[in-house]
């Protein structure tokens, strides 16, 4: 079992995980004054694009740093193994990127990963990188495991879902 104990309110915290979004020079600014304002209560692990998008901002904050390709890394420093990592929050198998749902009747199913396009208001492809799908027969694979274990609502997500497939040339 792990260490760690979910708690519902921050000021009795020993530590705090937060999933931070930097996608917009605004959002970017909300989410640094949440750590800096956060930071007094407990020490923070910052995950999420934060991490990509302006590691040096989080390094003034925190020195716990894991941007969205390092989830293996957070659940090792965490020591969380595979079989418990649902005790801080919903992290599925089937998604690298580190997020958590509360979506617990829907099964969540990543058909790929990063973004075609090069919006100037954007981040997401140097938080998250270039458009990377995943191969028709996983994702098949992965619906019939939701189904298998019980969920009948499936979820698509990804960050460009209109580019699916372009960089493999399959579509749906």
């Known amino acids: 079992s792990t260490k760690y104990e979910v708690c519902n309110n921050y000021n009795?915290?020993?530590l705090i995980i937060i999933s931070t979004c930097a996608l917009s020079k605004n959002q970017k600014k909300a989410t640094?004054?949440?750590l800096n304002y956060l930071h007094q209560y407990a020490p923070l692990i910052i995950a999420g694009c934060l991490g990509s998008i302006d590691f040096e901002?989080?390094?003034k904050i925190s020195s716990n740093i894991?941007?969205?390709?390092m989830i293996?890394?957070?659940y090792d420093f965490l020591e969380i193994t595979k079989?418990?990592?649902k005790q801080v929050g919903r992290l599925l198998e089937n998604d690298n990127v580190l997020?958590?749902?509360n979506l617990e009747n829907v099964w969540l199913v990543r058909i790929s990963e990063g973004c075609k396009g090069s919006c100037s208001y954007c981040a997401i492809k140097k938080a998250i990188g270039a458009l990377k799908s995943r191969d028709l027969n996983y994702i098949h694979k992965l619906i019939e495991t939701g189904i298998k274990v019980g969920y009948r609502k499936i979820q698509?997500?990804?960050e460009d879902t209109g580019a699916y497939g372009i960089d493999i040339g399959q579509s749906f």
């Open 12 to 14: 009795i915290a020993d």
């Open 32 to 34: 640094i004054d949440r």
């Open 57 to 59: 901002s989080a390094k």
């Open 66 to 69: 894991f941007p969205p390709r």
């Open 72 to 74: 293996n890394e957070l």
């Open 83 to 85: 079989f418990n990592r």
């Open 99 to 101: 997020k958590t749902y």
């Open 156 to 158: 698509i997500e990804a």
